[in-house]
């Protein structure tokens, strides 16, 4: 009896074990069958979709991400929407700024084209017009020279305008006359004409039978009258502005310090080289030539302090005294 029951024990035993193992099996099964089954579908999925997502899932996807990085920009702006307000008040200002920026240009562009248009029609009224046009004529300097000799050189009609006149060719037409040395002609608006005029002076003169032929400093023999007062005399053997031996003259003349010009009565031109002064006293200066003529004119003065009536200054460094 007891063999029995001990029998019929571990037959459920076993029976039980065989149960449990065959549920396990049977789920393992299934588990398998699920498994193989998804990754079948998977598998489907794939092969039939790879590189080709549906367009429901990628707008979802694309629309998630573009909401989180907007989300995360806010997140990470400083201020938040008052960042933004002030952003945008600025891009205004700077589009307001601009707009008058392109609007004063505007304005500019337009004002100068007025000015340019005034101008225009000021200048072709001056020249057509008797607006600016000559009433006066003014000379200075002129002494020598008389008023009516340069008026006539300077050939201007009165009611001419002023913009159409040459005044540079007026002025070499007056510096053509032989007692002036040069000429310049002004405009000044609105209807007057000036003419400057600077004479020529004599340095020297010479004698010939027509009468005493005055030269300038430049040695241009520009007169022939009355021996003027105070001006030395050249003696030569041919004086004249080609002659060598007067222009030689002519250059210690000029280099001759003004208090000792003042004594010179008579200049004698042997040579270029052979030039003496003789002063209105009576004493002499032997120039020599017209070489080294600054160290001359520096020690000729100091030099006539001294006792004596002929002076040598023809070596500067070794000058003499008789």
Same mark, same amino acid.
């Given at each position: ?57 990628? !707008? ?10 907007? *989300? ?8 938040? @929407? ?85 005044? @540079? ?91 000792? *010009? ?37 020690? @000729? ?10 002076? !040598? ?10």
């Amino acid at each position: 009896m007891s063999r029995r029951l001990r029998s019929g024990a571990r037959g459920r035993g076993i029976g039980g074990t065989s149960e449990r193992a065959g549920a396990g099996a049977a789920a393992r099964t299934r588990s398998g069958t699920r498994e193989r089954s998804g990754s079948v579908a998977s598998g489907r999925v794939s092969a039939g979709t790879v590189g080709q997502p549906r367009p429901g899932a990628r !707008d979802r996807v694309r629309a998630e991400t573009t909401e989180h990085t907007e *989300t995360s920009g806010r997140a990470e702006e400083p201020g938040g @929407v008052r960042f933004e307000a002030s952003r945008r008040v600025g891009a205004e200002l700077v589009r307001r700024l601009r707009s008058e920026r392109v609007g004063g240009l505007r304005q500019l562009r337009l004002w100068g084209l007025l000015a340019v248009a005034l101008l225009t029609v000021a200048l072709v009224s001056a020249w057509f017009t008797p607006m600016l046009s000559v009433r006066t004529v003014e000379i200075d300097g002129a002494v020598a020279v008389s008023q009516d000799q340069v008026r006539e050189q300077l050939r201007v009609e009165s009611g001419r305008s002023m913009l159409r006149i040459d005044t @540079v060719e007026m002025a070499r037409r007056v510096a053509t006359l032989p007692k002036v040395r040069t000429a310049r002609v002004q405009r000044v608006f609105p209807s007057t004409v000036r003419v400057t005029v600077v004479e020529r002076a004599p340095l020297l003169y010479f004698d010939s039978p027509q009468g005493a032929h005055l030269m300038d400093v430049d040695g241009v023999e520009y007169a022939i009258e009355a021996a003027p007062i105070g001006v030395p005399k050249l003696v030569a053997d041919r004086p004249g502005a080609a002659d060598p031996v007067t222009v030689a003259a002519v250059a210690v003349l000029a280099v001759l310090p003004p208090a000792l *010009t003042i004594q010179v009565a008579q200049v004698l031109a042997r040579t270029v080289s052979d030039i003496s002064l003789q002063l209105t006293d009576g004493r002499s200066v032997l120039w020599g030539g017209a070489n080294d003529a600054e160290r001359k004119a520096q020690v @000729v003065l100091p030099l006539l302090t001294r006792e004596g009536t002929v002076f !040598d200054v023809s070596s500067p460094n070794l000058v003499t005294v008789k």
